[in-house]
C-alpha cells in the first residue's frame, strides 16, 4: 500500500485493484494490483504512456467498464463502503453526485442535439430532486462561476455554437453540479490548444479551492502535472511504478521508467539536444501474471534479476515508494525521512 503523506483526510482508497477485460478464451489484465489514497482538496496525477492503465483505473471507480467483459477485483472505499460491491442502484446514485468525472474531448460528451443549460441541469434534477425552474437558476450561477459570459443567453445554446474551451467549462459545470468530493479528470486539456489549456487548469484549481474536493488527474503531460498535482503515481503497464509527492517526482525520480519520462520532455532554452525517448513497447497483458519486472526489455539499468523476479513496491521514506529491483526498502529515519 503506498504510505499516506502526512496527515491529510483519506477521501477514497484503492486496494489491490486489478481490472481484467475479456479477450477470446483469455484476459488482458489492464490493471494489476493497483493501490493508492487520495486526499481532500488535494490532486493526485496519474501519469503514464497510452496503454498504461491510467484511465482503466479512473474508470473502475466508477464502474463505467462493460460488465460482461470486465472483471474488477480489489476494494474501492469511498465513505465508509467498497463501491466495487455496491447494487447498481446505490453506484448510479453516487456516480456524477459524490464522484464525478470530465472525458477529453468535450465535443463528444456533451448530446449534440440537448441545449448546454439542459444538459447541466439534468444532473442537478436528477441528483438533487428539484424543479426544473430552480435547477435553470442554479445552472446559470454554475455557468458564470466556471466563466461562461452571459450564462442565461449560453443556457440556450447548442454545443456546437461554443468553441473548445467553452465546451469544457460546460463539462466541468456538469461535474461539479452536486458539488462532488472527488473529481476525476481524464487527460481534460489535451483537446484543447495551450492557452485554453492554462485557463481550464486554473479554473479547476480555483473550483477546487472553493470546495476542497480532491482531484484525480489523468494526464501524460509532465507540464499539467507540475501547474495542479499535488502527489503524482506514474504508472507503467497496469501498475503503479513510483508514487511521491510531485516535488519528490521532478526533483528525485527513481524508478528508470519515471526518469525516462522526464528526460522526453521538452524544455525551453536554446539547447539543440535532440529529446530522448524511452525505446521500445510495453508489454502485452494477456496471459496471466507478469513474472518479470514489465519494463525490463525497455530498461538500460535491467539487471538479471529483472528478468525473472517482479519488483515490489518499497519505501524510500516520505510517503515515496518506487517498484525497481535498484530500490530495496529503505530504512525510515524517525522524523519519517
Ligand atoms: Fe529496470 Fe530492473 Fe528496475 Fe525493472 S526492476 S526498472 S528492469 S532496473
Redesign the pocket.
Known amino acids: 500500500m503506498l504510505k499516506r503523506m502526512s496527515s491529510e483526510e483519506v477521501v477514497l482508497t484503492a486496494e489491490d485493484l486489478c481490472v481484467k477485460f475479456k479477450s477470446g478464451q483469455d484476459y488482458i489484465q489492464a490493471v494489476r494490483h493497483v493501490n493508492f489514497e487520495m486526499f481532500k482538496g488535494k490532486t493526485l496525477g496519474l501519469v503514464g504512456e497510452s496503454g498504461s492503465g491510467k484511465s482503466v483505473t479512473t474508470k473502475s471507480l466508477l464502474r463505467l467498464h462493460d460488465h460482461k467483459t470486465t472483471r474488477i477485483e480489489g476494494n474501492v472505499h469511498f465513505e465508509g463502503k467498497n463501491i466495487l460491491s455496491l447494487p447498481s442502484k446505490k453506484m448510479s446514485e453516487i456516480r456524477g453526485s459524490r464522484i464525478s468525472m470530465i472525458f477529453q474531448d468535450p465535443m463528444t460528451s456533451l448530446n449534440p442535439l440537448l441545449k448546454v443549460g439542459d444538459q447541466v441541469a439534468e444532473v442537478i434534477i436528477r441528483h438533487q430532486h428539484i424543479g426544473k425552474k430552480e435547477a435553470k437558476e442554479k445552472v446559470i450561477k454554475l455557468l458564470e462561476s466556471v466563466g461562461i459570459n452571459s450564462p442565461r443567453q449560453r443556457y440556450h445554446q447548442n454545443p456546437y455554437e461554443l468553441s473548445g474551451g467553452m465546451q469544457q467549462r460546460i463539462m466541468i459545470a456538469i461535474a461539479l453540479a452536486c458539488e462532488p468530493t472527488i473529481l476525476l479528470a481524464d487527460e481534460p486539456t489535451t483537446a484543447l490548444d495551450v492557452t485554453i489549456q492554462a485557463e481550464i487548469i486554473n479554473l479547476m484549481k480555483r473550483m477546487q479551492k472553493k470546495s476542497d474536493m480532491a482531484i484525480l488527474m489523468i494526464t501524460h503531460d509532465l507540464g499539467v502535472v507540475a501547474n495542479i498535482c499535488d502527489y503524482v503515481a506514474v504508472m507503467y503497464a497496469g501498475q503503479i511504478?513510483e508514487y511521491a509527492d510531485v516535488n519528490t517526482i521532478f526533483k528525485d525520480p527513481k524508478?528508470?521508467?519515471t526518469k525516462g519520462l522526464i528526460s522526453a520532455m521538452p524544455t525551453l532554452g536554446r539547447s539543440r539536444k535532440r529529446l530522448e525517448v524511452i525505446e521500445g513497447q510495453p508489454p502485452r497483458l494477456t496471459g496471466g501474471e507478469i513474472t518479470s519486472?514489465?519494463?525490463?526489455e525497455r530498461?538500460k539499468?535491467?539487471?538479471d534479476?529483472?528478468r525473472s523476479v517482479p519488483?515490489l513496491s518499497t519505501g524510500q521514506g516520505s510517503g515515496h515508494s518506487v517498484?525497481?529491483?535498484?530500490y530495496p526498502e529503505k530504512e525510515v529515519a524517525l522524523d519519517g525521512n
Open positions: 511504478v524508478h528508470p521508467y519486472c514489465a519494463f525490463a530498461c539499468s535491467v539487471m534479476v529483472c519488483p517498484c525497481c529491483h535498484l
